[in-house]
């Protein structure tokens, strides 16, 4: 951050940042698996599309972005990583109120790489809840900005907690699955996959999957779908960089599918973690 | 923070923690004029109520909150100052993403006392545009507990601003009007006053001017209304701890009433300022 590497534990941002004091940020958030980073390209695209819509400008190019992050990675020593990069509005020198006048930051990161399902959850399937809590509507924030306002995740992963789950999905404005803290969710019904089409963060994953979808010959949609649907389906899994294709199976009280890992789920993942290897889908991280 | 008093550009928060990373966070401002704070008990209820409904901790309790508050102060020197006082999820050492293994942080600050309204516009009456943009509403966030989710808020003003006002209203899901970055709006008409009821921030000083339009006889109720409405009132005003009570004169292209600060408006503001040297509504910065 400001031109400089620091430890973690050094990494501060001020407290009248507005990125912090208005959650006036975007950011996104890239894996690197064995070296390589994955779909980069797609979280750039993403990452610079959201500045843009926030008006806010960088004091880095695209490649200039790039080199950073490939020195986050190299300097923390991690094989596999969770990289964030985070434009914030920034302060005004003179306190003032207008958003106009404040200097834009970017920060950077490399942390270990971190799953929303541990190696247990992985292989039995996640035990997800359905919070009353509904997503933040589009008409209010624009989803294809990929933002910090997660307190309505937040109130739906402790509701989760309460009744026992592991993790959370919330609703729509229309009482539809939205999605969870983190993650985008999929349907796997008579073979066809299907994932919430409005109001949801177009996650990289989530593209992902249609990707692979396309190349074994799957069929997959967006368009949406209520808890019963849900619950009715043969296989649920939940996609997030975190961890990428996750395996979901109860949801609140409902034992999904046969109870384990599903076939279409197991290929799909399999097939993803192949992807990582593969120069179309990933690249080195580069040295100076 | 953390147990220490420091110049402002020196208090920094750590980028791993979920106040910035997901605005997981709650806050209160509160004011200071001319020694004495404005209301402290009504902010310090807010505050703790919305710590206990985010289900976080602080490590102090009320009375040490207060003295906290008042050593910021004084250690700003300023006579009056924006004092906020903010609660964070925290981090978690080991990076886990739940919630509950976070420790919750206590932050506050004294900058100085800045309004929404500059010397000219609380003369003249500040020009506001009323956007489509919908405030998040409260079956995603419920707008009790002061947050920092304003990118809404931040879209409308920038929407306000290529229309060339200097501020913004926005809209609930109903499409009312509902409120702008940082304050609350009042109408009057035929000598009633009127303000929105649903989807707003509770605000410090909209109760103020429940309580005012008591002492002085007037007519105070919360219920919605329109855009169209709103611009066929005699007087508006907004309500702000960063500013008080500050007349609105044209929204959009529509003039309001005869265009200056109307009489009810000149009436509450005089007696809001009055209030702040009444020991029932103000108490003293006091030193340890």
Not at 82 to 99: H, Q
Not at 159 to 186: C, H, M, R, S
């Amino acid at each position: 951050m400001d031109g400089q590497y620091l430890p973690m534990s050094e990494a501060k941002v001020s407290v009248l940042d507005w990125g912090f004091l208005h959650s006036d940020a975007t950011y996104d958030t890239v894996h690197v698996w064995e070296g390589r980073f994955f779909r980069l390209d797609l979280h750039l695209n993403r990452f610079f599309r959201g500045i843009e819509k926030l008006r806010m400008k960088l004091p880095y190019n695209r490649s200039e972005i790039e080199r950073i992050l490939s020195t986050c990675v190299l300097l923390s020593g991690h094989k596999s990583a969770y990289v964030e990069m985070i434009c914030t509005r920034g302060g005004s020198p003179t306190f003032s109120r207008d958003p106009r006048e404040a200097e834009n930051r970017f920060i950077a990161f490399a942390v270990p790489f971190g799953s929303v399902a541990n190696k247990e959850q992985l292989e039995r399937g996640l035990h997800v809840a359905i919070s009353d809590t509904v997503r933040i509507p589009p008409r209010s924030i624009d989803p294809t900005i990929k933002n910090y306002h997660w307190l309505d995740l937040i109130k739906g992963l402790f509701e989760a907690y309460d009744q026992g789950a592991e993790t959370a999905l919330i609703v729509d404005i229309n009482d539809n699955v939205a999605e969870g803290p983190g993650f985008n969710v999929f349907m796997v019904k008579d073979g066809l996959l299907q994932t919430p089409a409005n109001g949801v963060l177009p996650g990289i994953t989530r593209q992902t999957v249609f990707d692979l979808c396309s190349e074994l010959g799957l069929s997959a949609s967006a368009s949406d779908f209520n808890r019963a649907e849900l619950k009715g389906a043969d296989e649920v899994f939940i996609t997030s960089t975190a961890g990428g294709i996750m395996s979901v199976t109860k949801i609140d009280d409902t034992v999904i599918g046969d109870g384990r890992v599903g076939a279409v789920t197991r290929q799909l993942t399999d097939l993803y973690w192949t992807k990582h290897a593969d120069p179309a889908w990933s690249t080195p991280v580069k040295g100076e």
